[in-house]
């Protein structure tokens, strides 16, 4: 039971206050079957039963979404983690996990001061002009408050709320153990691969605890567009940053969301859409590390159509060859080749799972069609990943966790670009940079480098091998080999060794009785016993049959 396997008795607070909440959302027989019955009595004290009558109308993609509000910072950002698994979950609970937003009242600066200037080393009016003390915006990790330099340079401190991460400690053990019991005992959620969804999370979570870590991502996509002046990322003062606090260049532009004040500032639209596509699409195919979520409350825009991205908590990482493979399923639709994107699920999907490749090659083919047939002003980015998802789906397959994160950026940029320009087609805005990368990946200089890396593995390999070789000899020395064989159909393997022994001693005796007969019939001056070559020509025409019904024996199967 979860009781008895929890890490720390200071949890149980958290979970009879999380067994209240999906109780009163409706979700009792969820709470018994993952083992928090002895929750329930603590948590019935927390019911509050007058909501009864709201909640009963709601839609369970609703309720899941309210209960992970309530639930607090670290169910809002699994929930927001969720909304990217568009191959996991139905159209409905992704719209749903959408509308979860991170926002929480903020702590009043007053206690939070003395945290800010231990981090930066000093008290603020020394380092700070200025510092509003009224949040410009609050969320369940942190919040900021707008700042100027004794320089004279507008700056923003982002400030991680005190006592947060045992919080956020608390909740992922949890997690984390109802995941596990989830995946053991609860049969129809094993496809949506609970364990994984709480590992990924946990990275995603103890990552953006860590202030600075945005940084470092913000400084990476800095460098990536040093040479673009229309793209920018806002500066880092790494004399104040750490992992409580950040502090990054104040942008004062225009957020992605106002577009009454785009146009009123006289900026074109259809240039910051192909600009922010462009910026997007370099991230993805050519840099490998990319804004996992650009939507326009994350981008700010300027005077000459320039945009600046902020907010890099959470960022993509693609390895060169999961960009080959997704280049290979791109390309193979634009050019209605079903092989290579079919190959690459292969690849995707779990080495347990048995997949019906003739089954999933006509799927993919009618797929690949339905998107042809569709006219280019028809045409819906989110509609025709639904329908490639529903593919996966219906043969048990599932996206790897960067795909997915690639997914929900891609389906955010094709939604940004769509409001500035209702015109725009993400698709023919995509080809040149699969081209591109095409052409990159099979480049001599590319090649020659996987070469390098391969050849450099494998003399890494027999450098080491005499030394795993000595470790195992001594490992065998002191316990021995212990061999477990688990084979299926194991009394068919035998038949079939014991037929091919069975073959194997024909075939010898075969061979002698021939070489025999052959030495006897040829004997010098054909001095033989009476009767004797008679019996090695009878011996010969044997050995001619016994071949030859071993010939057919075998043709026949095969």
């Given at each position: 039971?979860?009781?008895?396997?929890?890490?720390?008795?200071?949890?149980?607070?958290?979970?009879?206050?999380?067994?209240a909440?999906?109780?009163?959302?409706g979700?009792?027989?969820?709470?018994?079957?993952?083992?928090?019955?002895?929750?329930?009595?603590?948590?019935?004290?927390?019911?509050?039963?007058e909501?009864?009558?709201?909640?009963a109308?709601?839609?369970?993609p609703?309720?899941?979404?309210?209960?992970?509000?309530?639930?607090g910072?670290?169910?809002?950002?699994?929930?927001?983690?969720?909304?990217?698994r568009?191959?996991?979950?139905?159209?409905?609970?992704?719209?749903?996990?959408?509308?979860?937003?991170?926002?929480?009242?903020?702590?009043?600066?007053?206690?939070?001061?003395?945290?800010?200037?231990?981090?930066?080393?000093?008290?603020?009016?020394?380092?700070?002009?200025?510092?509003?003390?009224e949040?410009?915006?609050?969320?369940?990790?942190?919040?900021?408050?707008?700042?100027?330099?004794?320089?004279?340079?507008?700056?923003?401190?982002?400030?991680?709320?005190?006592?947060?991460?045992?919080?956020?400690?608390?909740?992922?053990?949890?997690?984390?153990?109802?995941?596990?019991?989830?995946?053991?005992?609860?049969?129809?959620?094993?496809?949506?691969?609970?364990?994984e969804?709480?590992?990924?999370?946990?990275?995603?979570?103890?990552?953006?605890?860590?202030?600075?870590?945005?940084?470092?991502?913000?400084?990476?996509?800095?460098?990536?567009?040093?040479?673009?002046?229309?793209?920018?990322?806002?500066?880092?003062?790494?004399d104040?940053?750490?992992?409580?606090?950040n502090?990054?260049?104040?942008?004062?532009?225009?957020?992605?969301?106002?577009?009454?004040?785009?146009?009123?500032?006289?900026?074109?639209?259809?240039?910051?859409?192909?600009?922010?596509?462009?910026?997007?699409?370099?991230?993805?195919?050519?840099?490998g590390?990319?804004?996992a979520?650009?939507?326009?409350?994350?981008?700010?825009?300027?005077?000459?159509?320039?945009?600046?991205?902020?907010?890099?908590g959470m960022?993509?990482?693609?390895?060169?060859?999961?960009?080959?493979?997704?280049?290979?399923?791109?390309?193979?639709v634009?050019?209605?080749?079903?092989?290579?994107?079919?190959?690459?699920?292969?690849?995707?999907?779990?080495?347990?799972?048995?997949?019906?490749?003739?089954?999933?090659?006509r799927?993919?083919?009618?797929?690949?069609?339905r998107?042809?047939?569709?006219?280019?002003?028809?045409?819906?980015?989110?509609?025709?990943?639904?329908?490639?998802?529903?593919?996966?789906?219906?043969?048990d397959?599932?996206?790897?966790?960067?795909?997915?994160?690639?997914?929900?950026a891609?389906?955010?940029?094709e939604?940004?670009?769509?409001?500035?320009?209702?015109?725009?087609?993400?698709?023919e805005?995509?080809?040149?940079?699969?081209?591109?990368?095409?052409?990159?990946?099979?480049?001599?200089?590319?090649?020659?480098?996987?070469?390098?890396?391969?050849?450099?593995?494998?003399?890494?390999?027999?450098?080491?091998?005499?030394?795993?070789?000595?470790?195992?000899?001594?490992?065998?020395?002191?316990?021995g080999?212990e061999?477990?064989?688990?084979?299926?159909?194991?009394?068919?393997?035998?038949?079939?060794?014991?037929?091919?022994?069975?073959?194997?001693?024909?075939?010898?005796?075969?061979?002698?009785?021939?070489?025999g007969?052959?030495?006897?019939?040829?004997?010098?001056?054909?001095?033989?016993?009476?009767?004797?070559s008679?019996?090695?020509?009878?011996?010969?025409?044997?050995?001619?049959?016994?071949?030859?019904?071993?010939?057919?024996?075998m043709?026949?199967?095969?």
């Open positions: 039971m979860l009781l008895d396997t929890l890490m720390s008795a200071r949890d149980l607070g958290r979970l009879n206050h999380i067994a909440i999906l109780m009163r959302f979700f009792g027989d969820t709470v018994r079957r993952l083992g928090m019955s002895n929750a329930l009595k603590s948590a019935g004290e927390l019911l509050n039963w909501e009864a009558a709201e909640l109308t709601l839609e369970p609703q309720r899941v979404r309210r209960a992970m509000e309530e639930m910072p670290s169910f809002v950002k699994l929930g927001q983690i969720l909304s990217t568009v191959d996991l979950f139905p159209a409905e609970y992704i719209a749903e996990f959408e509308k979860l937003q991170d926002r929480a009242p903020p702590v009043p600066f007053a206690e939070i001061r003395a945290q800010v200037e231990e981090d930066v080393g000093g008290s603020l009016e020394e380092i700070f002009a200025k510092v509003e003390e949040a410009l915006a609050a969320a369940s990790i942190a919040q900021v408050h707008r700042a100027r330099l004794k320089s004279g340079e507008e700056v923003v401190l982002k400030v991680r709320r005190p006592g947060i991460r045992a919080i956020v400690e608390a909740d992922l053990r949890l997690l984390m153990r109802l995941a596990e019991i989830a995946e053991e005992e609860v049969k129809e959620l094993r496809r949506y691969r609970p364990r969804i709480a590992a990924e999370f946990s990275r995603s979570m103890r990552l953006e605890l860590d202030l600075a870590a945005e940084c470092r991502h913000a400084e990476r996509v800095a460098a990536n567009f040093k040479d673009d002046a229309d793209i920018g990322v806002p500066k880092v003062y790494w104040w940053t750490c992992e409580q606090l502090v990054q260049e104040f942008i004062d532009g225009i957020p992605g969301r106002d577009l009454e004040r785009v146009d009123r500032a006289g900026l074109d639209r259809k240039v910051i859409a192909e600009r922010g596509a462009d910026a997007v699409l370099k991230m993805i195919f050519q840099d590390f990319f804004h979520d650009p939507h326009p409350g994350n981008v700010f825009y300027l005077p000459g159509n320039r945009i600046v991205f902020v907010d890099f960022v993509g990482r693609l390895t060169a060859q999961r960009q080959h493979q997704l280049v290979e399923v791109l390309t193979a634009v050019q209605r080749r079903a092989r290579p994107a079919v190959h690459n699920l292969l690849l995707w999907a779990d080495e347990d799972e048995e997949i019906d490749e003739a089954a999933l090659t799927d993919v083919e009618a797929f690949i069609d998107v042809h047939a569709t006219p280019l002003k028809a045409f819906n980015l989110p509609q025709v990943v639904t329908e490639w998802i529903a593919v996966m789906r219906g043969h397959l599932v996206l790897p966790p960067d795909l997915s994160m690639l997914i929900k891609f389906l955010s940029l939604g940004m670009a769509r409001q500035l320009d209702p015109d725009f087609d993400v698709m805005a995509t080809k040149p940079y699969l081209e591109r990368a095409a052409l990159a990946y099979y480049a001599p200089t590319a090649v020659l480098s996987r070469s390098r890396e391969e050849i450099a593995g494998l003399a890494e390999l027999m450098a080491s091998l005499p030394g795993d070789v000595a470790a195992f000899m001594r490992s065998t020395r002191k316990k080999i061999l477990k064989v688990d084979i299926e159909r194991t009394e068919r393997l035998i038949q079939h060794f014991d037929r091919a022994l069975s073959r194997l001693t024909l075939g010898i005796l075969i061979a002698a009785v021939v070489i007969s052959s030495i006897v019939m040829t004997a010098a001056g054909g001095q033989t016993p009476i009767g004797l008679f019996f090695a020509m009878l011996g010969f025409v044997a050995a001619v049959a016994g071949s030859v019904w071993m010939i057919i024996s043709w026949r199967r095969r």
